[in-house]
C-alpha cells in the first residue's frame, strides 16, 4: 500500500496507516473499551466487523472473549495484512477476514450476536448509512447488539464537515447524538448506551496509549522524515485541532428490538 500511495490525495486513515498507525479511530482504544464493557461478550458469541482493516480489534476480542469473528474489508492489502496478524495471534480458526465491500452484506447470510464497526459510517453520505445500518439490522440476531464507534459533530455542522472532507480526502459527515440515534432508529436500531469524548486520533497521549512508546517513536520519525507523508499528517492534526471545540468521538450501543 505504502509503495504506490499518493500523499497527497489518498483518504487521511490511508496516510496515518502509511505512517505506522494501526488504531484508526476518533476515540481509541479507550473508547473500543468501552464498548467492549457494555457488549459483556460471552465465549461463542459470534461478531460481524465492518471495515475490519488490519483486524486489531478482532484479535483483541477474540482473544479476550473468546468470540467467533467475521470481518469484511474492502482494501486487499489492509486484508492481507489482518489475516497475517491473525494467523501471528493463532486465531485463524476464530476469526475469517472477506474481502469485500460492507455495501454488499447480502454475500453474509448469517446472523450475529453483535455487528462492530468502527470508523467507517462517518465516512457515508446520508444514504450511504440509511443503507449500511439497514444491512446491520438484518444481519443481527433478535436481541443482538450493535456495537459503534464514530465521529461526532457538536456545533459548526457544516463547516465541520467540509474543511474535514477536504482534509482528510473522503466524504467525512460527523453526526450529532440526536442524529446519530435517529438514523439508527429509522433502520430499526434503539440506542441504548453511549458516550462521547474529544477526537484524539492525533492527539501525542492518546497516540501513546494507542500504539505504545515504540509505536508513536515509529510514528513520529515516519512523520518527520518523509517530506510527502508530513504535510498531510501535519495538516490533519492541524485540522483536528482547529475543529477541537466542534468534534469528537460518539461510542454506542444500539439493540435490535
Ligand atoms: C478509518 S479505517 C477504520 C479501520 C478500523 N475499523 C479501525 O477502527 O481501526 C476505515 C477502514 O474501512 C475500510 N473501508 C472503507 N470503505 C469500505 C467499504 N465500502 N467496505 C469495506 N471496507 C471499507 C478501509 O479500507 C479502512 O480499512
Known sequence: MTATLNYSTAPGHQVLAAAGKRILRPGGKAATEQLFTWANFQPEDTVLELAASFGESAI????????????????????????????????????????????NLDQITEKFDYVLAEAILTMQSE???????????????????????????????????KTLSQTIRVNANPLTISE??????????????QQTGTMGLLNLNQILRDEGFWGTVTIVWNVLTNSHLRPRVLQMRRN????RNHIGYIVFLANVL
Open 127 to 161: 444514504t450511504g448509512k440509511a443503507k449500511i445500518l439497514s444491512a446491520i439490522k438484518n444481519h443481527l440476531k433478535p436481541g443482538g447488539k450493535f456495537l459503534s464507534h464514530e465521529m461526532l459533530v457538536r456545533s459548526n455542522e457544516s463547516g465541520v464537515r
Open 180 to 193: 446519530w440515534s435517529t438514523a439508527c432508529q429509522d433502520a430499526g436500531l434503539t440506542l441504548q448506551q
Open 240 to 243: 483536528f485541532q482547529q475543529q
Open 60 to 103: 483483541e476480542i477474540a482473544k479476550r472473549f473468546n468470540v467467533r469473528v467475521v470481518g469484511v474489508e474492502k482494501n486487499p492489502d489492509s486484508v492481507v495484512k489482518a489475516r497475517d496478524n491473525i494467523k501471528n495471534a493463532g486465531l485463524s480458526d476464530q476469526i475469517t477476514i472477506i474481502k469485500g465491500d460492507i455495501f
